[in-house]
């Protein structure tokens, strides 16, 4: 307060008695904060703005790139399968997307997106929870999360704190990379991540929505030429964003994140989550999804 202080300096009780002020002020906000050894972490500025529900029950999406909404660009085709799934909600307002590009469960709650999320639930909520791209990040100390000790107690932490809250937490496993080989077969690169969520599922009773499962009989289905129409594939000097091109095989353009959006809705109604029952009753064509070969192993 640069206004005081040349009257602090020349009277001596008013600076007394602003010190004193000061201190019956600040003190019980030290002793709150010293009797929680873990505040909430601030919120990291980022092109992903925080969402606020205004209204409830929600359903609250909450993930990485695969399932984030995109900013509005005329030369970014990329989409997620959450910013799609709104359409197919009967009120689009029910639906908040949390999610955010390039987060894992470890940066999602360090940067404070997960706390704010907490903040935005209420009794009869939905939370939908899909991590593992950037989890496996071991480069990155900053988003990795090994998949048997740190990513697994994050999704066990995110469990329990929704419930606390009085919310239903729901469990997504993370989506198929489309990764064919020469001949045609699709590789999971996923490692453990699929298999964990789908044990924390089991072990804590949440209620799981397979994309890991289902993205992979889509993908079979299509083939690798066929899905290449579903990610972002763009080809050098036909986009001002992408001069050069871009073959990206894990983010989806329009038509991947509707058809994937759809295979989930439609998961949603066939596993009787009551949350289904936000959904419109016209649903979409359904996206073809493969029969399991004969021998084929099921990542």
């Known amino acids: 307060m640069p206004a005081l202080e040349p009257a602090m300096r020349h009277d001596p009780r008013r600076r007394l008695h602003l010190q004193a002020l000061l201190s019956a002020c600040i003190s019980p906000m030290l002793m709150a904060a010293s009797a ?67 987060r894992s469960t470890k940066s999602f709650r360090d940067q404070g997106r997960w706390q704010h999320v907490l903040t935005q639930l209420a009794s009869g909520d939905y939370v939908l929870i899909q991590f593992g791209h950037n989890d496996a990040k071991i480069d990155d100390p900053t988003r990795y999360a090994d998949a048997r000790t740190s990513y697994r107690d994050n999704l066990r932490r995110f469990v ?14 993370p989506i198929m990379r489309r990764q064919f080989d020469d ?12 298999a964990v969520v789908r044990e924390v599922a ?19 289905s299509l083939g690798a030429e066929e899905s ?11 986009n001002t964003l992408y001069p050069e091109g871009r073959r990206d095989n894990t983010h989806f353009n329009e038509l991947g994140a509707s058809e994937l959006a759809a295979i989930a809705a439609d998961e949603m109604r066939r596993l009787q989550w009551p949350a ?14 493969a029969q399991k070969p004969q021998g084929m192993v099921m990542p």
């Open 202 to 220: 089991r072990a804590l009773d949440v209620p799981l929505l397979d994309l890991h499962r289902l993205s992979y009989l889509w993908l079979v």
């Open 160 to 173: 329990f704190d929704v419930r606390e809250r009085g919310a239903t937490p729901l469990l997504a496993t």
């Open 183 to 194: 001949d045609g077969q699709l590789h999971d690169g996923h490692g453990a991540y699929p």
């Open 228 to 238: 290449i129409q579903r990610f972002v594939w763009i080809s050098p000097g036909t």
């Open 276 to 289: 289904a029952a936000w959904l419109r009753d016209a649903v979409p064509t359904r996206p073809r999804l």
């Open 36 to 102: 929680d050894p873990a505040p909430a972490p601030p919120v990291i500025p980022s092109p992903f703005p925080l969402q606020f529900a205004t209204m409830h029950p929600t359903l609250h999406l909450v993930g990485d790139s695969t399932m984030a909404d995109k900013a509005p660009n005329p030369h970014n085709p990329e989409r997620g399968w959450g910013q799609l799934f709104r359409p197919l909600m009967r009120n689009p307002a029910q639906l908040l997307n949390h999610a955010a590009n390039g």
